[in-house]
C-alpha cells in the first residue's frame, strides 16, 4: 500500500494503514480504556480495572523476564498505543514566536546544596503548582499549562478531541470558560484560551535540551481526577521517539524527542507539568507503558513531550491558530515495500527495498534527482528494507540535512546526495 504525500495525516513514506500493534487484535479489543464521565470534588474514585487474566497453565514467563513488550497508553485514557519510530526531525531549540512570561511574584527556588533537597523540592512545586490547571471536558478530565500571560494554556490535544464545552480550574478552586485557540495533533498538543484571571501564575519554561539522564524531576497533574498531586522521580532516558496509530478521533502523533521518565504518570496526569528543580517546565507529561501480556501498567515508564517541541509549536497557534512549519525532516517521496512477488511482477532488479511510486514535484528527492521505479536500499549506509526500517534512519534529522540515499535504477547502483525537506503542516 502506498502512503500519500498530500495526506498531512501520513509521513511521506509512511503507509497509512499499516498496523503498529505489538499485541495481536484480540488483545487490542479486549483492553477496556479509562474514561472519567464527569470530575467530581472530592475527587472521583478511580474506576474499577480487570485484574489480568490467570495463566491457563502454571509454568513460569518464558523470557517475560529478558523482555517485555511494551504499549503506549495515552495517559487520558483513550486506547492503546504502540511505540514506534518514525522518519520526524527535530527543529525544537527555536521557536517561531515568543510566549509572554507572567508578572506576578513567584516563590523563588534556593540553589541545591547537599542539606537542603526537600527545601528545594518544596520551592520548585509551589512554583509551578498555581499554574497547573485542571481541564474539564464533557467526556473526561486532564491537566494543562499556564504557559502565557494572556491566558493561554497547552494540553495534550488528545485531552480536548472532540470537546464541546471545556472548563479549567485552578489550584485554588478558581473555575473559567475555555476555547480551543488551536490543535497540533501531529505533536498531541493543544493551546487553550481563557480570560485570564488577576494575579494567574505562568510557568516558566525551561531548556529541555539540556536535560541530563539521572536528573530529578517533578510530574504535577490531576491523575484519577485527584487535584494538584505530585509525584517524584528522574529522567530515565532522553531522544525517545513514540508514536501512536491513527484512531477514529486523531490521525496519530508521533514524539520525537521524547523525555522518558519514571515519575508516576496515570490517566488524568495527560498535559500537565514535568518540572526540574528549579521550578521549570521542561515537558508535557503525555504517555504512559502498559505491559500488555497483563494489561496493566509498566512500573515507571513514562514519556513527556519536551519543552522545547512545546516552545517551538505553541507559539505558532497562538499567532495562527495553527501549526505553520512543522520541523520535521520529510523525503518527499510515495513508496511501498519491495517484495519477491513485486520484484518478479515489476521487473525490479532487487527484491528488497522501498519502491519510488512518485515523487513530490519540487521536493527533496526530485531535486536531487531521485525518481519514480527507484528502489532505495539503503540511507546513510543503512539498510532499509521497509518504512519503519527508513523512519529508523531519518528519525533524528532535522529539515536541511543531507543524507545519501543509495537506489537501484534498472541494473544500475546509484548513491544520491538529498537534502531533506520540511514535512508539510498539517491544514
Not at 508514536?243 to 486523531?250: M, R
Request: hydrophobic letters at 40%.
Amino acid at each position: 500500500m502506498l502512503s500519500d504525500i498530500h495526506n498531512d495525516h501520513t509521513l511521506p513514506y509512511q503507509t497509512p494503514q499499516q498496523p503498529y500493534w505489538p499485541v495481536d487484535q484480540q488483545s487490542r479489543q479486549a483492553s477496556a480504556p479509562l474514561q472519567y464521565d464527569e470530575p467530581m470534588v472530592p475527587p472521583p474514585t478511580p474506576p474499577s480495572q480487570k485484574r489480568p487474566p490467570k495463566r491457563s497453565g502454571g509454568g513460569p514467563r518464558a523470557g517475560a523476564i529478558f523482555v517485555l513488550a511494551l504499549v503506549l497508553l495515552l495517559v487520558f485514557g483513550t486506547g492503546l498505543f504502540a511505540g514506534w519510530q518514525f522518519a520526524t526531525g527535530r527543529a525544537d531549540n527555536a521557536a517561531t514566536g515568543t510566549l509572554q512570561q507572567g508578572t506576578s511574584a513567584q516563590p523563588t527556588v534556593p540553589a541545591l546544596t547537599g542539606s537542603n533537597i526537600e527545601t528545594v523540592r518544596e520551592a520548585a512545586i509551589a512554583k509551578v503548582k498555581p499554574a497547573v490547571v485542571l481541564v474539564n471536558t464533557q467526556s473526561g478530565l486532564g491537566s494543562g499549562v499556564v504557559i502565557d500571560k494572556r491566558g493561554y494554556i497547552v494540553t495534550n490535544n488528545h485531552v480536548v478531541t472532540n470537546a464541546r464545552t471545556i472548563e479549567v480550574m485552578f489550584s485554588d478552586g478558581t473555575k473559567a470558560p475555555a476555547e480551543v485557540a488551536g490543535t497540533d495533533p501531529a505533536d498531541d498538543l493543544a493551546v487553550l484560551k481563557i480570560s485570564p484571571p488577576a494575579h494567574m501564575t505562568v510557568a516558566t519554561l525551561g531548556d529541555s535540551s539540556k536535560l541530563k539522564v539521572g536528573q530529578e524531576v517533578l510530574a504535577i497533574g490531576n491523575p484519577l481526577g485527584i487535584t494538584q498531586t505530585v509525584t517524584k522521580g528522574i529522567v530515565s532516558a532522553l531522544g525517545r521517539t513514540v508514536s501512536e496509530p491513527a484512531s477514529q478521533t486523531s490521525a496519530g502523533a508521533t514524539i520525537p524527542n521524547a523525555i522518558q521518565t519514571d515519575a508516576p504518570i496515570n490517566p488524568g496526569n495527560s498535559g500537565g507539568a514535568l518540572i526540574d528543580l528549579q521550578g521549570n517546565l521542561i515537558g508535557i507529561p503525555t504517555l504512559t507503558a502498559i505491559d500488555p501480556e497483563f494489561n496493566a501498567p509498566a512500573s515507571g515508564v513514562g514519556f513527556a513531550i519536551p519543552s522545547n517541541r512545546v516552545n517551538f509549536i505553541v507559539p505558532q497557534i497562538i499567532n495562527n491558530g495553527k501549526v505553520t512549519h512543522t520541523g520535521r525532516a520529510a523525503l518527499g517521496v510515495r513508496v511501498a515495500t519491495v517484495d519477491a512477488t513485486m520484484a518478479q511482477q515489476d521487473n525490479l532488479s532487487v527484491d528488497h527495498g522501498l519502491l519510488i511510486a512518485d515523487v513530490v514535484r519540487g521536493g527533496p528527492a526530485e531535486q536531487a534527482g531521485l525518481q519514480a521505479g527507484d528502489v532505495i536500499v539503503q540511507v546513510n549506509n543503512q539498510d532499509v528494507v521497509d518504512t519503519s526500517s527508513l523512519g529508523d534512519v531519518l528519525v533524528n534529522k532535522n529539515p536541511g540535512d543531507k543524507v545519501s540515499v543509495k537506489i537501484y535504477r534498472g541494473n544500475q547502483q546509484l548513491t544520491i546526495t538529498v537534502t531533506l525537506g520540511e514535512l508539510q503542516a498539517q491544514s
